[in-house]
């Protein structure tokens, strides 16, 4: 009995944490080919879930602090969970074959053979065995990190995001990966990153760089670089990888404190559509279709108490209504609206119809009854301006 008791706790640990599967492909351009995907906690338990992708070249050192700050950003829901694909390069030993390239400064020979393998064949064989999503990233180190910006020479680049760690940039890649990203249509993230100790011949050209992306006029695509004082060309990368993740996925986290005092407060009007534009810019950037969070309902409904903006209450209910329908929640905010607009007998009807609703976290059935009972009796006086209140719960 013990043994059985003591399996199903393993079993039941196993599934908390990240799956690693090694696999091997056999490809028409490069031979067999060796890679690891890491799955993300919640794969197995929920089946209908997709992800995005973040493809690591140098794949043998760069799992493990990507995958550890990606674990610690969903641990506290500051970070989407994603899928990786760390490519195997032989410790070392096929990273110079697969990044070749020619003198004029594009991939030929096994780089040009190695491009088209992540391409057409990896990224074919992950997406036919994995769910993911059609949001990719991709990482490298400085030869990887050079290489990886052959993907924006294309027209339709196959990633999304680029996190670049201390380039070894092929010829002319200065100016031509500035020119692509004034080009390229899809929202593109670009981020880059040296150490202020690495070798000048790497900085000269990444601060090029940097000088031609930040000369666009009206630029179309997300960039940030970074330049770390004191850094060496491989501690760099420990300080970049929470930096370059928090950069692609910024807007993905709930309505903090700072952004509620600094962004929304100062809004004059539009604060549901504030919510509202935030997850849907997840969804059309990022391709990530996530439930709007309660306690962003909790931040908006207490900047609209804190400005009187009752109105908001009417939409907000409407956004409650399509991804919590059955729940309290869009009937609270539809009653607050009438309640605050002097309107008390609609306010009254709206409190009781939570009776035959689904209770959702602090909104009970109890609490919006003893919200219809304190209305019992009132006068409606719907060209009273209400007072403002200040919230006594933190938004989180």
Do not use: C
């Not at 201390?166 to 993230?189: C, D, G, Q, Y």
Request: charged share 25%.
């Amino acid at each position: 009995m013990k043994t059985k008791l003591l399996l199903l706790i393993l079993l039941a640990t196993n599934a908390l944490f990240a799956q690693r599967t090694n696999e091997s492909l056999e490809s028409k351009k490069i031979g067999t080919r060796t890679f690891t995907v890491v799955t993300p906690p919640s794969y197995e338990t929920s089946p209908e879930k997709k992800y995005p992708t973040l493809v690591l070249l140098d794949g043998e050192y760069l799992l493990d602090p990507f995958e550890g700050v990606l674990k610690y950003g969903s641990y506290w829901d500051d970070l989407p969970e994603m899928i990786i694909i760390a490519i195997n390069q032989n410790n070392g030993e096929t990273r110079f074959a697969d990044s070749e390239f020619d003198e004029a400064g594009f991939p030929s020979g096994t780089g040009a053979n190695f491009f088209e393998f992540v391409g057409q064949e990896l990224y074919p064989y992950v997406e036919s065995k994995y769910r993911t999503l059609p949001f990719r990233v991709v990482a490298g180190h400085d030869t990887t990190a050079g290489f990886l910006n052959f993907y924006l020479y294309k027209d339709n680049p196959i990633f999304n995001a680029y996190i670049s760690l201390a380039p070894e940039m092929a010829p002319a890649m200065e100016t031509r990966v500035a020119e692509r990203l004034t080009k390229i249509t899809k929202p593109v993230f670009y981020y880059q990153a040296t150490g202020e100790s690495d070798l000048p011949e790497i900085n000269e050209k990444a601060t090029e760089l940097d000088t031609n992306i930040k000369a666009i006029p009206n630029p179309t695509f997300k960039y940030q670089n970074d330049t770390f004082k004191g850094a060496s060309h491989y501690s760099l990368v420990a300080k970049a990888i929470p930096n370059a993740l928090y950069f692609i996925f910024d807007g993905y986290q709930p309505i903090s404190m700072v952004e509620f005092q600094d962004k929304i407060l100062k809004l004059e009007s539009g604060y549901t559509d504030y919510l509202i534009k935030k997850y849907d810019d997840l969804n059309t950037k990022l391709g990530l279709q996530i439930k709007p969070r309660l306690s962003d309902f909790k931040a908006i409904e207490a900047a609209i108490m804190k400005n009187k903006a009752y109105e908001d209450f009417q939409t907000l209910s409407n956004y409650a209504n399509k991804h919590y329908p059955k729940t309290i929640l869009g009937t609270y905010h539809q009653a607050m609206y009438y309640e605050k607009t002097g309107n008390f007998k609609k306010a009254l009807k709206e409190y009781q119809k939570a009776y035959t609703q689904e209770e959702i976290r602090e909104l009970t059935k109890d609490y919006m009854l003893n919200k219809a009972e304190a209305l019992k009796g009132k006068e409606d006086k719907p060209t009273e301006e209400a007072p403002a209140e200040t919230p006594t719960e933190k938004t989180e």
